[in-house]
């Protein structure tokens, strides 16, 4: 009789709650779709539900999922209110860490919240316990949300949170973080006699972190494929060195201390650098294929003379340059021993300021110095309130190239130095199969990233133009205009 009327009552409550109709394997899967706080809102749907959410694999930890609100000047009025969000902050995790215990496994760890080397032991306990769960991605970001309080006095008066490599390696198993981005922190590596070889990415931005640690961190990491640098302004001397290195992707930008960059890994194939023109040293580069450079500071016309000449020895298998001037090409002094860069395929050239006086003496350097080129990418910045009102006389050699096949220009308004830099090249390109124009600016911004300007009527390309256009294009050329 107690049997009958327990089964009976189950079945009432399974009519009442159809989800508990649902399989547990496709649960788990609804619950890794939502966001963490979305998760533990479900946690009301009935009873089997109230902790459901805690099998979240992927946790995301900011003050919009802990908080409810994301913290901004407004909401740190004062120092203590600051404080205390921070205690709230901290103590909520813990929460959800300790309800998680003994639960599936963790694929992705992020924390986004302005804390310090005085929250090191609860950082340190929160990563320590997601590597023990198999955690595959680990983003930590300090950063900084509400640099002034609503009085304008600064909350950044404690230290630095120190990251120890350590933390990835959980004793007695194997290191299972593949990718690992670090923000406004401090690094400390490991011995060379420990490793992190599960590693494949790192990001680490605004990370203070010196050559030395930065040499035993990639002696350490042996799986590592690509790395990324960003404003890391203690590194002075980069080296990437060694024949256990497997790193393919390098990306070093606005590290404002850097001096020299030397690189002697034979299976790098891409090395993308943003900053004031430092030395390089390239010696074992076998596969380096693509350059992507964008010079800063008061010495960019050394880097952009650089990569116009001393790259075509330095690297005489690179088959893409991706270069942004931000230098007024009429200023460069271009030797008249022109290099011969032999097996570049590809240049992409951004140029800023692209001004109307410009006499354009560096595309005929082009075409002499990038004998094979098979693609030209030319993104024109030219300054809106620059007017051209005196003809200008160019005169430009003869230069027939006969292997460039692709030609796009983005930013073509139609101007006159425009039109003429355009002219050149369907003159010389004789055998130009496609050629793109573009009223819209494009810059790249670095990892396959553009940024590009949306469509509009300002940037319309004036009748006159249209049909010089469609006059000027030989018939054997496939004309593309946006």
């Known amino acids: 009789l107690v049997k009958w009327w327990a089964n009976t009552y189950f079945d009432l409550q399974r009519k009442r709650d159809p989800l508990l109709e649902l399989p547990d394997e496709i649960i788990c899967t609804i619950i890794s779709k939502l966001s963490l706080k979305e998760a533990v809102r479900t946690s009301v749907l009935s009873k089997t539900w109230r902790y459901i959410w805690a099998s979240q694999p992927n946790l995301l ?30 103590e909520r995790v813990n929460s959800v860490m300790h309800q998680r215990c003994n639960r599936l496994k963790i ?54 949170y120190t990251f120890h490599c350590g933390l990835l390696a959980a004793p007695r198993k194997d290191c299972s973080v593949k990718h690992l981005q670090l923000a406004s922190c401090s690094f400390i590596s490991l011995p060379v006699s420990t490793n992190v070889a599960s590693l494949v990415t790192v990001r680490l931005l605004r990370v203070n972190i010196n050559d030395q640690q930065l040499e035993m961190f990639l002696s350490t990491a042996l799986c590592m494929k690509s790395l990324s640098l ?20 390098l990306n070093i930008e606005n590290c404002f201390r850097l001096e020299s960059i030397t690189i002697d890994a034979e299976n790098i194939g891409t090395l993308e650098y943003t900053g004031q023109s430092v030395g390089f040293s390239f010696k074992n580069v076998p596969r380096l294929a693509q350059l992507f450079v964008v010079f800063t500071g008061t010495r960019r016309h050394d880097g952009v003379m650089y990569a116009l000449t001393r790259v075509a020895y330095d690297l005489p298998k690179l ?42 003496h560096w595309i005929s350097y082009i075409l002499k110095a990038f004998l094979f080129l098979q693609k030209l990418q030319l993104n024109l910045l030219s300054p809106s309130f620059i007017k051209q009102t005196t003809e200008i006389y160019r005169h430009l050699p003869e230069c027939p190239h006969r292997h460039l096949h692709e030609l796009e220009m983005n930013g073509f308004h139609g101007n006159q130095h425009e039109v003429e830099l355009l002219k050149y090249l369907l003159e010389n390109a004789v055998g130009l199969e496609v050629l793109r124009i573009n009223t819209c600016q494009k810059i790249y911004r670095g990892f396959n990233n553009w940024d590009c300007e949306k469509p ?16 000027a294009v030989p018939a054997t050329v496939c004309l593309n205009v946006r």
């Not at 120092?79 to 902050?89: A, G, I, S, T």
């Not at 200023?331 to 097996?343: K, M, T, V």
């Not at 009748?463 to 006059?471: D, F, Y």
Request: charged share 15%; aromatic share 8%.
């Open 107 to 160: 694929e992705s760890l992020t924390i986004h919240y302005h804390l310090g080397q005085d929250s090191a032991s609860r950082i340190d306990d929160w990563v320590s316990y997601a590597v023990t769960k198999g955690v595959e991605k680990l983003h930590l970001d300090f950063t900084e949300q509400c640099s002034l309080l609503a009085n304008h006095t600064s909350t950044s008066a404690f230290e630095q």
């Open 230 to 249: 960003q404003c890391c302004n203690h590194l002075v001397s980069f080296k990437a060195a060694g024949p256990s290195l497997v790193l393919e992707i």
């Open 61 to 90: 930890f900011d003050s919009a999922n802990i908080l409810g609100k994301t913290v901004s000047s407004s909401s740190c009025q004062t120092k203590l209110d600051w404080r205390l969000q921070r205690c709230m902050f901290i």
């Open 319 to 360: 088959q893409t340059l991706n270069l942004i001037s931000i230098q007024a090409m009429k200023s460069l002094n271009l030797p008249g021993n022109i290099p011969a860069f032999a097996s570049i395929k590809q240049l992409v050239l951004t140029v800023f300021p692209f001004n109307d006086d410009d006499k354009l």
């Open 456 to 471: 509009s009527s300002h940037f319309k390309l004036s009748t006159e133009c249209a049909e010089w256009l469609l006059s």
